[in-house]
């Protein structure tokens, strides 16, 4: 299942994109890019994303606003926001979370973290989704189960 983990990455320096492109393909993940905060919300609207990685200095909406945008959009609010930046100053990392990031990666990167940060992130994700795929399950067993009782008390009450 984590081979169809679908990652979106948004940065306006074509190069970071290559780097990290690179890396997440080698885990397997299949890739999204985006150059700018508007393409990437385009994209969103197209294709099913699991995690985004996200620039915050961009021309433009920076990655705040995207992420803002993001998390007040009943579609897009559970997609785990993972910014990856040069902005290390500790007011950018304590906006980044306020904003609704699940965690902050400073620029330049070792490519170890990058992995192990997301796939942290793609677990979490996928634990979220099967509890909640388990809810509606329970949910619709104990409905089908509460009309047969329904239905067995109709037929016993008519004898």
Same mark, same amino acid.
């Given at each position: ?69 993001? %998390? ?22 304590? %906006? ?28 979490? %994700? ?34």
């Amino acid at each position: 299942m984590e081979n169809d983990v679908h990652i979106l990455v948004v940065d306006d320096n074509q190069e970071n994109l290559k780097v990290v492109n690179s890396l997440l393909k080698e885990e397997n993940y299949k890739i999204a890019l985006a150059l700018d905060g508007k393409s990437a919300l385009d994209t969103l609207e197209k294709t099913r994303i699991d995690i985004i990685l996200l620039d915050i200095m961009m021309p433009g909406m920076d990655g705040f606003e995207v992420c803002k945008i993001l %998390k007040s959009n009943e579609r897009t609010k559970n997609v785990p926001v993972i910014f990856l930046t040069a902005k290390s100053d500790i007011d950018d990392v304590v %906006k980044g979370f306020r904003e609704g990031g699940v965690d902050y990666i400073t620029k330049p990167f070792r490519k170890e973290e990058l992995i192990v940060r997301v796939r942290n992130q793609v677990q979490l %994700k996928l634990a979220r989704d099967f509890l909640a795929n388990s809810e509606i399950e329970m949910r619709k067993s104990r409905d089908e189960y509460m009309r047969v009782l329904y239905g067995l008390s109709k037929i016993l009450n008519r004898e």
